[in-house]
């Protein structure tokens, strides 16, 4: 065996067949206003991410770092692929407009009378898939509501499938890791999570808190398999 084929031999060994990056859907609701958006159409959408913000300090040498907060909110955009009735299109539009319009029909575009945004706000699910078509990860938002949808530029020489892109803002998210593949000889991270768990196990019995990590990290390990294994503010 050359040293070439040694290594390829090693990364196979080291990494199962891979997330891909086309295999989504997403679903939009908002059940106080009714509506909701069934997402196949949707075919660009960017997983949110969080950060924890800091403040820098120095008693006297190196300056540390203290973490102050969660930025859990934030914009997600999302691309839609124009039906000949532009359905996707009208409900994010309809959804947008009930927020400066109230249910007695008061305000409009030009003279805005906005809702509580209890009245407004919905959920944004969207779903990453493995090869299987089995859900891996899912995202929740939570308190989304169309915040702008972007102009379409039309052309006599284009004959291409229009895109709709609209913008959501969102409060904060959880994410659910579900339907855990079986565990194979190629699942680096089924066996890193094994060692990571045996380690925690001693550490946590000098530390609370690495015993509230090792139950999380034991809750993503036993109830993934059922669809429970939530992270985030809402889940814990």
Not at 130 to 148: C, G, H, N, V
Not at 197 to 211: E, H, N, P, Q
């Amino acid at each position: 065996m050359t040293k070439h084929e040694s290594k390829i031999d090693k990364l196979k060994y080291n990494f199962d067949t891979g997330a891909r990056a086309n295999r989504f859907h997403v679903n939009l609701h908002c059940p106080k206003l009714g509506l909701s958006l069934d997402g196949l159409r949707c075919d660009a959408v960017s997983l949110p991410g969080r950060k924890l913000t800091t403040e820098a300090w120095s008693a006297y040498g190196a300056t540390e770092h203290f973490p102050l907060g969660v930025e859990n909110g934030g914009e997600i955009t999302l691309s839609f692929l124009c039906d000949s009735g532009f359905y996707d299109r009208f409900i994010i539009e309809t959804w947008q407009s009930m927020i400066f319009t109230n249910s007695e029909g008061t305000g409009n575009s030009f003279t805005p009378y906005f809702e509580y945004k209890d009245e407004y706000v919905g959920e944004i699910e969207i779903h990453q898939f493995r090869q299987d078509d089995k859900t891996a990860l899912k995202y929740k938002l939570y308190e989304a509501f169309p915040i702008s949808y972007e102009p379409m530029a039309l052309s006599s020489t284009s004959a291409e499938i229009l895109k709709f892109s609209c913008s959501f803002g969102y409060t904060t998210f959880d994410t659910e890791y579900v339907e855990k593949p079986p565990l194979s000889a190629l699942n680096k991270g089924r066996r890193m999570l094994d060692i990571l768990l045996d380690g925690m196990k001693v550490a946590s019995r000098f530390s609370g808190k690495a015993g509230k990590a090792m139950n999380k990290l034991q809750k993503l390990d036993t109830a993934v398999s059922r669809g429970a294994a939530i992270f985030g503010n809402r889940g814990g």
